[in-house]
């Protein structure tokens, strides 16, 4: 089964405009990440956020961590159309072989 | 730098036949070696992990196999293909510590016809 769920499943929005997804994970983590992916392509790391952080920043992206809710979400202020893409939330628990169980994903489409 | 190189990008094969998927990472050594499936529309489904040279685990009951004859070589391998084989298959790699990041293939797209 799949650890975290991302919400909303699709979001369209306009050029400039902010785009919000959110993650919702079961279990404890060492730490959470997102990836993007474009149509056909493999998956791209955006930004870890480790268990014991609450906020993350890496250039348009805000990524927050909520452990006592076991929610996350992925800020993109600004958009552009070329942050079309489907991203992904994928949570790390305590294994050996840093494994990831990945949600199903938010398909974010930018419109110019 | 470190590069993933999968191939090959497609594949079509028809059922029953045999499969053999093939990664390579460069620029780095002992890395974790990761095999994913991914239908359509959805998220990552992981299938195979390897720690080292010859260890190999596997996450789901399939019709599938991997290989680590190598350190920096990922096999994913069928005798006998199925229908439900087909997706889009990814390869990735990880350092060992941990909260590491995994770095992606750009995937083989597989169709069994």
């Known amino acids: 089964s799949q650890q975290g769920e991302e919400d909303p499943q699709a979001l369209s929005i306009q050029e400039g405009e902010n785009a919000t997804m959110n993650c919702s994970y079961k279990?404890?983590?060492?730490?959470l990440q997102w990836y993007r992916q474009n149509s056909g392509r493999g998956l791209v790391h955006l930004i870890l956020?480790?268990?014991?952080?609450r906020e993350k920043h890496s250039g348009r992206l805000r990524v927050t961590l909520d452990t006592s809710k076991k929610s996350s979400s992925l800020l993109i202020t600004a958009s552009r159309a070329a942050d079309t893409a489907s991203y992904f939330c994928?949570?790390?628990?305590?294994?050996?072989?840093?494994?990831?169980?990945f949600g199903g994903g938010t398909r974010l489409m930018v419109k110019p | 730098s470190q590069t993933i190189h999968q191939w090959p990008a497609t594949l079509v094969q028809p059922v029953g036949s045999p499969l053999s998927l093939e990664c390579t990472v460069e620029?780095?050594?002992?890395?974790?070696l990761y095999w994913y499936r991914q239908a359509a529309g959805r998220g990552l489904q992981l299938l195979f992990y390897?720690?080292?040279?010859?260890?190999i685990s596997s996450e789901v009951p399939q019709n599938l196999s991997a290989s680590r004859p190598q350190d920096r070589q990922f096999i994913l391998s069928s005798k006998k293909l199925l229908l439900s084989d087909s997706g889009f298959y990814l390869c990735?790699?990880?350092?060992?510590?941990?909260?590491?990041?995994?770095?992606f293939g750009d995937g083989t797209r597989l169709s069994i016809l």
């Open positions: 279990t404890s983590i060492n730490n």
């Open positions: 956020i480790r268990s014991n952080e």
């Open positions: 994928a949570t790390a628990y305590n294994n050996a072989g840093n494994m990831l169980t």
């Open positions: 990735a790699w990880s350092g060992v510590s941990r909260n590491q990041p995994q770095h």
């Open positions: 390897s720690v080292g040279i010859g260890q």
């Open positions: 620029g780095t050594s002992n890395p974790n």
